[in-house]
């Protein structure tokens, strides 16, 4: 089966640093992705995961630990319009379907 | 630009008619997919293609039906069969599995 688990929601503040975790169990495991949702928008692409360790892009870093099915969303710096909903993918390499995480609901106040 | 288009972003709908919900790519991408999206639920998977004339089931398939005869769309119509058919609904493309996928803009439906 597949199940991915992330916190609902989250609070912080402007020009913090906030780790949004998550953690998989899924058949045929092949990379974790994240996305950035607004509200009533489509998700945007943030970081891709496949092998163990971590990934940096600007304010964002996203790690993975494969073999504790574990991977974190990491934000710096943190501004209003990064409040948003962040999306936990994993992506199931015999299907090359997405499985998605119900979201975390980041709100960043000043 | 290339993008992915879904149209309309706004349908409503009344209670046991069908309805087809538009989703075209000029990314040139060979799969593409369909995910419905619900508050507290995360985005569940409908069908998916990954070649033209070819697509396959997702976990809440059921009330649902595509087709896929060209390269660049892939339309989802939602029948009367769907128990819940109100909804945000997302179609994406992918080129392939590292490079994740590519979401248009959704379609909101609302049935009444």
């Known amino acids: 089966g597949q199940n991915i688990d992330q916190p609902t929601e989250m609070t912080a503040t402007e020009g913090a640093i906030v780790q949004i975790n998550c953690t998989y169990q899924?058949?045929?495991?092949?990379?974790l992705f994240w996305y950035q949702q607004h509200a009533g928008e489509a998700p945007t692409f943030l970081s891709y995961?496949?092998?163990?360790g971590l990934e940096e892009k600007g304010r964002f870093s996203s790690f993975l630990s494969r073999s504790k099915g574990y991977s974190y969303l990491l934000l710096k710096e943190l501004q209003m319009k990064d409040s948003a909903s962040y999306l936990c993918a994993a992506l199931r390499g015999g299907y090359s379907t997405l499985t998605f995480g119900k979201g975390t609901m980041l709100l960043v106040s000043p | 630009d290339g993008g992915i288009t879904q149209s309309p972003k706004y349908l409503f709908r009344k209670e046991g008619q069908n309805v087809t919900l538009s989703c075209e790519q000029n990314?040139?991408?060979?799969?593409m997919y369909w995910y419905r999206q619900d508050p507290g639920q995360g985005l569940r998977l409908i069908y998916y293609s990954q070649i033209v004339n070819d697509f396959q089931k997702g976990d809440i398939a059921e009330g649902y039906s595509v087709s896929r005869e060209k390269k660049e769309s892939f339309p989802l119509t939602v029948t009367s069969a769907q128990k819940n058919p109100t909804a945000f609904y997302l179609c994406?493309?992918?080129?392939?599995?590292?490079?994740?996928?590519?979401f248009g803009s959704g379609t909101r439906l609302t049935v009444v």
């Open positions: 995961n496949v092998l163990d």
């Open positions: 990314l040139n991408h060979d799969a």
């Open positions: 994406a493309s992918s080129p392939g599995q590292a490079y994740g996928y590519t």
């Open positions: 899924t058949s045929g495991f092949n990379g």
